[in-house]
């Protein structure tokens, strides 16, 4: 069970680049996010999809894109790579069993270096 | 808008002794509250989760949380750590009707030293 599987692991860009983090969930679930982390600020929600067809912008959106095609995948698209995006970028995928509430799933993670 | 705090950025603590990690929110609406863990250079793996019922929480690993409306806080506790401990750990919150999108604390990173 693969579960939430992000590539690529570490990726150095210049700035002005662009580039597509890709993440892919075998679970069927219908919520998938895209969280950037950085020292001493958590993880802050850039975008997220509630469905195929359905995105909208979280805490942090500026400089990305992304689109929900299908339940499995959601890419996050950085346009024109900024030294401010330098980050990890973790994807997740969560469900709401009745019975047992809310769960999210967290990929391993994408290491972005914006030189 | 949700916000959640964690005053502590590091806890150090020697092996088998006890162990709190504080978080507190803030929010106008009905919340669920989770912690997770992070191990390096990993993703974050659900602990546990408060939903509604009972205000104490047992979660994997031996750790437990109590949640505390009137204070609103979530603190995560465990009476005996181990070396195995040592990780990020991140409060987090979400909207009862939106419960897909987390809003994170900053993250306390726990030391266990021999």
């Known amino acids: 069970n693969a579960g939430v599987t992000q590539t690529p692991k570490f990726q150095v860009l210049k700035t002005g680049q662009s580039m597509t983090l890709q993440c892919a969930q075998d679970m069927n679930h219908e919520y998938m996010s895209w969280y950037r982390q950085d020292p001493g600020m958590g993880l802050r929600l850039i975008h997220y999809?509630?469905?195929?067809?359905?995105?909208d912008q979280g805490e942090v959106p500026n400089g990305y894109n992304v689109s929900r095609s299908t339940t499995e995948d959601f890419p996050l698209r950085l346009l024109s790579a900024a030294p401010s995006q330098t980050s990890v970028y973790f994807c997740?995928?969560?469900?709401?069993?009745?019975?047992?509430?809310?769960?999210?799933?967290f990929g391993q993670g994408t290491r972005l270096t914006v030189v | 808008a949700q916000s959640v705090t964690q005053l502590d950025s590091q806890v150090p603590v020697f092996e088998e002794a006890p162990v709190e990690l504080r978080c507190n929110y803030s929010?106008?609406?009905?919340?669920?509250l989770f912690w997770y863990v992070q191990y390096p250079n990993q993703g974050l793996q659900l602990l546990l989760k408060?939903?509604?019922?009972?205000?104490l929480v047992k979660g994997i690993n031996g750790f437990e949380a109590e949640f505390n409306k009137s204070q609103t806080s979530f603190h995560l506790r465990k009476p005996s750590v181990h070396i195995s401990d040592t990780a990020e750990y991140f409060c987090?919150?979400?909207?009862?009707?939106?419960?897909?999108?987390?809003?994170f604390g900053s993250g306390t990173r726990l030391l266990v030293r021999p």
């Open positions: 999809s509630v469905g195929a067809g359905i995105t």
């Open positions: 997740a995928s969560s469900y709401s069993p009745a019975d047992r509430g809310p769960e999210a799933f």
């Open positions: 929010s106008s609406v009905s919340v669920y």
């Open positions: 408060y939903l509604s019922g009972s205000t």
């Open positions: 987090a919150v979400s909207d009862v009707d939106s419960s897909y999108k987390l809003i």
